[in-house]
């Protein structure tokens, strides 16, 4: 099939390399003139395993190609998805001026019918508004449809969750869309729900506010966990081999963050609000988890009393392992806190620290793990990246002026950092 995707970010590059495998043509747009002059010379502006391998490949075999230009994405393809960022506004809302804008190119540029397919994350009835926008647009006689086909991929295991996902959502009006959608989806062999547009926009903003949910809710019994002395590892695991309840998502630690979870609690908050909802869950889930950031501060001054002038090894910069993404990570809140407090931060990231230069101006920049431990008061674990789990705990001792490890992700084996002879600090791990 022609497709063309607008958006090229992690959601529509991954999406558009991802069909280009499956064998179809597949045309990625952005506005970003500086982004599209790399990826057309095969330079992947984001970290993702595997995508520059596929990207590559797929150029090679002129099943993708790049283009600033909307008019030619939309001249050549019979479906068209739009990927765009839905940011928060101030407040709250999402910020849907990019939906818009893509919706009114491609009306004024179709001359023929075509499919328009929301992958962005967008509050319920924005297909309505994508409908109203297009059909005020377009020329005259050509027909279209609009449909929402939201994304689950995880960032750090893109292409994988994209080619076998749990299940795809199809949200249509018309058996023309559907037909199209689902002979385009075939060949994942995936679980296929089709519903009509409202209902598919819904259930993206519900999953996401029901992970974070998950996540809000083990970390409030991780803060009675510390309080009597109860493992919340433990916890956790008695509570997640109960199939109705499941074991993901039920990692205590800093809490979440990145480009979706607070922005799309905020999106959904806000939407139910103006449908006349008071959504109160939502928003004890949003407090549980500024609650979880301050939580590791007071961790740190309950083992250190006074931040001023210590210095923290940090390890860790973006909002989950194996990705560079550090929107709305817990690690800038957090050292910014500390920094606050007059810490000084030594902070060492596997791939995100290019992009958090600019934003942790006063903190030291480190080659690895122990250049951040090195002479450091503490070190605090903010992120759970592989190479986090496997360090060489002789030598960090060694570096540490105290031997204090403040775990915000539950990575180690307390019993035997202890016994390494290290202060050994967790989330909801503490003995009593
Ligand atoms: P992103 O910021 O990485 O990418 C968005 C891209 O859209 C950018 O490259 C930007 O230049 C481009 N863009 C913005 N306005 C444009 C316009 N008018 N014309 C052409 N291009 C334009 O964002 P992302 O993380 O890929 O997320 C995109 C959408 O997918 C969001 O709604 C997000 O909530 C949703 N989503 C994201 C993820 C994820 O893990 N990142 C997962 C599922 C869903």
Redesign the pocket.
Known sequence: MNISI????????VTGACFAELGNKVIC????TE?ISDLKKGVIP?YEPGLEELVANNLKRKRLRFTTS?KEAVKESEIIFI????PSLGNGEADLT?IE??ARQIAINMSSYRLIAE????PVETGEWVKHTISTHVKRNVKFDVASN??????GC?INDFMHPDRIVIGVESKKARDILLSLYKPLHAPIVITNIKSAELI?HASNAFLATKISFINAVSNICDKVGAQITEVAEGMGLDKRIGSSFLNAGVGYG???FP??LDAFITISEKLGYNFELLKAVKDINEQQKACVLGKLKDALWIIKDKTIGVLGLSFKPSTD?IRNAPSLDIIKALEAEGANIKVYDPQAMAKARSMLKNAKFCKDPYQACKDADCLLIVTEWDEFKELDFTRVKKLLKRPLIIDGRNIYDPKKLSKLGFIYIGIGRSEK
Request: glycine letters at 16%; one cysteine or more; a negative charge.
């Open positions: 607008i958006g090229s970010g992690y959601v529509g590059l747009a952005d506005n970003d982004k984001i909307i990927a765009v960022g839905t990019g804008n893509v992958k962005s994350t967008v939201p994304e689950f991929l995880r960032e893109a993206k990145g480009s979706c922005k799309d993404d």
